[in-house]
């Protein structure tokens, strides 16, 4: 079995694919049924080509009910970007190229997941200790309790303003966390009241699946709520696995680093 980044690139080699993914991103969140209306092949036919895609983990799939519902993963898109396309052009304008909306009662929900060669448990600090998260999420620093209905708070890059607040409303360590968000950081997503951001860690080897489920997002949720998702992930990454930071512009843009003040 191809691993990495070997079967992204086979599973995007595939026009076929290719147009799934398309379908997926004008729709997210469709069952197996819904897509193969949208190709002109048999159902077994699109089975095959989303296996791939799963495999490659550009698509991921959530039960709802009876349905298994097929979602747009970006995030390793986004590491392609960040491994290539990023040296030749500012990343910012592709961190919402992956993302469509999934509209149910008219709300949306967005499903990000990522492999990360690390412990559950290391995991979990890096998602809730807030010197970590600083390291790889824009420079923002998160402070809790992480006691169930306790609240958190996360402050600017320069320490001072809270850009978002919420509640912890579900506390597993090391395996999940479910959280209230609502977003502060301009007029524009202040507006948008309260969303709920879920992180599921999952051991896989000597790896772990994490997934990031934000949703109750309102229909046309402003981009900024869930548009930096790959690149948080991305950062995770490769700061877990390899003890360094970013170095892209969008990456620097809130660090206080040289390099990211000129981005």
Same mark, same amino acid.
């Given at each position: 079995m191809?691993r990495?980044?070997d079967?992204?690139?086979?599973a995007?080699a595939?026009p076929t694919?290719?147009?799934?993914?398309?379908?997926?991103?004008?729709?997210?969140g469709?069952?197996?049924s819904?897509?193969?209306?949208?190709?002109?092949m048999?159902?077994?036919g699109?089975?095959?080509?989303?296996r791939?895609?799963?495999?490659a983990?550009?698509?991921?799939t959530r039960r709802?009910?009876?349905?298994?519902?097929?979602f747009?993963?970006?995030?390793?898109?986004?590491?392609?970007?960040?491994?290539?396309?990023?040296?030749?052009?500012?990343?910012w304008?592709?961190?919402?190229s992956?993302l469509?909306?999934?509209?149910?009662e008219?709300?949306?929900?967005?499903v990000?997941?990522?492999?990360i060669?690390?412990?559950p448990e290391?995991l979990?600090?890096?998602i809730?200790?807030?010197?970590?998260?600083?390291?790889y999420?824009?420079g923002?620093?998160?402070?809790?309790d992480?006691?169930?209905?306790?609240?958190?708070?996360?402050?600017g890059?320069?320490?001072?303003g809270?850009w978002v607040?919420?509640?912890?409303l579900e506390?597993?360590? !090391?395996r999940r =966390?479910?959280?209230?968000? *609502?977003? #502060?950081w301009?007029e /524009?997503?202040q507006?948008?009241?309260p %969303?709920?951001v879920?992180?599921?860690i999952?051991p896989?080897g000597?790896s772990?699946r994490?997934?990031?489920?934000?949703?109750?997002l309102?229909?046309?949720?402003?981009?900024?709520?869930?548009?930096?998702? !790959?690149?948080i =992930?991305?950062a995770l990454? *490769?700061l #877990?696995?390899t003890? /360094?930071?970013?170095?892209?512009p969008a %990456?620097?843009?809130?660090?206080?680093?040289?390099s990211?003040?000129a981005?």
């Open positions: 191809l990495g980044m079967a992204v690139f086979k995007l595939d694919r290719r147009s799934l993914l398309d379908e997926l991103f004008k729709e997210d469709q069952t197996l819904a897509l193969e209306l949208r190709l002109p048999t159902r077994f699109v089975m095959k080509h989303l791939v895609l799963e495999e983990n550009l698509v991921t709802r009910g009876r349905e298994k519902l097929h747009l993963n970006p995030v390793p898109i986004r590491l392609v970007h960040d491994r290539w396309v990023s040296k030749y052009a500012e990343p304008a592709a961190a919402l992956g469509k909306r999934d509209i149910e008219g709300t949306m929900e967005k990000f997941e990522i492999y060669k690390t412990t290391r979990w600090e890096a809730t200790d807030g010197e970590i998260r600083r390291q999420s824009f923002l620093r998160v402070s809790s992480y006691m169930p209905g306790s609240r958190y708070e996360t402050t890059p320069d320490g001072t809270v607040e919420g509640e912890n506390v597993d360590p !090391p =966390l479910v959280q209230s968000m *609502t977003a #502060l301009s /524009e997503v507006q948008e009241g %969303s709920r879920t992180y599921e999952e896989v000597d772990c994490l997934t990031v489920i934000h949703d109750e309102r229909e046309d949720a402003h981009g900024e709520l869930y548009g930096g998702w !790959p690149m =992930l991305s990454k *490769t #877990l696995e003890g /360094e930071q970013l170095t892209t %990456s620097l843009r809130f660090s206080g680093s040289p990211g003040q981005a």
